[in-house]
T-cell receptor, first 111, second 111 residues
Framework: DAGITQSPRHKVTETGTPVTLRCHQTENHRYMYWYRQDPGHGLRLIHYSYGVKDTDKGEVSDGYSVSRSKTEDFLLTLESATSSQTSVYFC??????????FGPGTRLLVL | QKEVEQDPGPLSVPEGAIVSLNCTYSNSAFQYFMWYRQYSRKGPELLMYTYSSGNKEDGRFTAQVDKSSKYISLFIRDSQPSDSATYLCAMSNQAGTALIFGKGTTLSVSS
C-alpha cells in the first residue's frame, strides 16, 4: 500500500458524535488527500493538503475538517457525524511522478 | 454531463479473452490519465499512468489516450481470473490537484 496506513480500519459510531480518521505515510510526500467512495458516486475528493498546515477543500467538503501538523500525518474529522457520512474513506499520497497511491481504506458506519 | 463517464458493466469474459475498458470525458484540459484496479474491500491500486496523448504498455496491459476524441482505453490481453476486479479511470488537469474518477467497471473473468 505504498507506505500508507489508515486507522481505524472499521468504525461504527452514532449520529452527532465526533469522529477522527488518521492517515499516516512513511514516504515523506508533500501532497495528501482524503476521498470517500460511495455506490453510484465513485471516489470523490473531500480535502487535500499540499504541505504542513496547508490544506484545501475538495468536491464534498461540507461536514468535514482536516489538519496536518506533520508531513506524515493527515487527519480527517467529522465534527458531528451524520448518516450521510456512512462511507468508505480512502487516503492517498502523490509521488514525484504526479501519480496518487491509495491506502487500504476506513469503513465508517454512522447509525 | 458528468466530467468522466464510465460504463459500470458488469463485464464478464472467459479466461484468455482480450478486455477493453473505456472512459469518456468532457474537460479538454485533462492531461494526466490513470487506470486503477480495485479488488473487493481493498484500496485502489495504480495500474497505468499516461501523461497527455499516446499509448503505454506494461505487460498484459495497454493504456491509450485519444485527447481529440476525449476517450481513454485500457486493454487487458490474455485475461486471467485474478483480473476480476473493478477498474477505475481517473484524470486531472494539473499536477497535485484532485483526480476525477469514473464510477468504475466491474470485470469478471471466468476460468
Amino acid at each position: 500500500d505504498a507506505g500508507i496506513t489508515q486507522s481505524p480500519r472499521h468504525k461504527v459510531t452514532e449520529t452527532g458524535t465526533p469522529v477522527t480518521l488518521r492517515c499516516h505515510q512513511t514516504e515523506n510526500h508533500r501532497y495528501m488527500y482524503w476521498y470517500r467512495q460511495d455506490p453510484g458516486h465513485g471516489l470523490r475528493l473531500i480535502h487535500y493538503s499540499y504541505g504542513v498546515k496547508d490544506t484545501d477543500k475538495g468536491e464534498v467538503s461540507d461536514g468535514y475538517s482536516v489538519s496536518r501538523s506533520k508531513t506524515e500525518d493527515f487527519l480527517l474529522t467529522l465534527e458531528s457525524a451524520t448518516s450521510s457520512q456512512t462511507s468508505v474513506y480512502f487516503c492517498a499520497i502523490r509521488d514525484n511522478q504526479e501519480t496518487q497511491y491509495f491506502g487500504p481504506g476506513t469503513r465508517l458506519l454512522v447509525l | 454531463q458528468k466530467e468522466v463517464e464510465q460504463d459500470p458493466g458488469p463485464l464478464s469474459v472467459p479466461e484468455g479473452a482480450i478486455v477493453s475498458l473505456n472512459c469518456t470525458y468532457s474537460n479538454s484540459a485533462f492531461q494526466y490519465f490513470m487506470w486503477y484496479r480495485q479488488y473487493s474491500r481493498k484500496g485502489p491500486e495504480l495500474l497505468m499512468y499516461t501523461y497527455s496523448s499516446g499509448n503505454k504498455e506494461d505487460g498484459r496491459f495497454t493504456a491509450q489516450v485519444d485527447k481529440s476524441s476525449k476517450y481513454i482505453s485500457l486493454f487487458i490481453r490474455d485475461s486471467q481470473p485474478s483480473d476480476s476486479a473493478t477498474y477505475l479511470c481517473a484524470m486531472s488537469n494539473q499536477a497535485g490537484t484532485a483526480l476525477i474518477f469514473g464510477k468504475g467497471t466491474t470485470l469478471s473473468v471466468s476460468s
